[in-house]
Every structure is written in C-alpha cells, then in structure tokens.
C-alpha cells in the first residue's frame, strides 16, 4: 500500500480529499439501487426508443406520457454520468475509492460510452 504495508483484499483505498465523503462504495446498498433502477430504464429505453421509428398518431395523453418519460429517462442518465464519477470500483482485489482515480478510470472507461 501507499505505507508500505501490504493491502488485504477487500480493503478500501482512501484519500483526505474533501471529495472523499461523496465516493460511495460498489457494493453499497445505494450503488445496488441505483444499478437496479439503471436496469429498469434501460429496458423502458430499450423497448420504446426503436418505436419512435413509426410515426403513430396518439392522443393528447399519451404525448404527455412520452414527453414526461423521455424527461425522466433523459434527467436519470445524466445523473447516472454523476454517479458514475463518485463510484468507487474493485481492482485487484481492493475496492479503489480515491476520489482522483475514481474520476479517471471512468473517464477512461465508460464515459466515453456514456456521452
């Protein structure tokens, strides 16, 4: 570990950062909430976006259903992006929650998917 001393797996990596407080570990009960309800959108997403191909006359209330879930699917995944920064993250066998490499291995890693 950054002492010298070696890291016993499942140990979490830390800093004094103020940021630190944010960082919310993988496996909290939080993350596993929120990586539910990702499921759930994303199967919402998954079945609706590809009939937006077909131009279906609605009435008046079912626009208001999609433009109301468009609103709450498009504003869940851009606070899914913020999550995803403030997510620490399992490597090599220590749960990573460093605020600096939690930013970047998710720059590096899903981000780019993700915008």
């Not at 006359?57 to 913020?82: G, K, P, R």
């Not at 929650?97 to 998710?106: A, G, I, L, N």
Request: aromatic residues 12%; hydrophobic residues 40%.
């Amino acid at each position: 570990g950054p002492d010298g001393k070696p890291q016993r797996a499942g140990e979490s990596l830390t800093s004094t950062s103020r940021l630190q407080r944010l960082i919310t570990r993988p496996s909290s009960p939080k993350r596993i909430v929120w990586d539910f309800l990702s499921v759930m959108v994303m199967s919402y997403d998954l079945m609706v976006i590809p009939l937006q191909v077909f131009d279906m006359d609605s009435v008046e209330t079912a626009m208001n259903w999609e433009a109301l879930m468009s609103l709450i699917t498009t504003s869940f995944w851009s606070c899914d992006i913020l999550m995803s920064f403030l997510s620490g993250y399992h490597d090599g066998g220590l749960i990573e929650m460093r605020p600096k490499r939690v930013c970047f291995h998710y720059l590096r890693t899903w981000f780019p998917i993700d915008v």
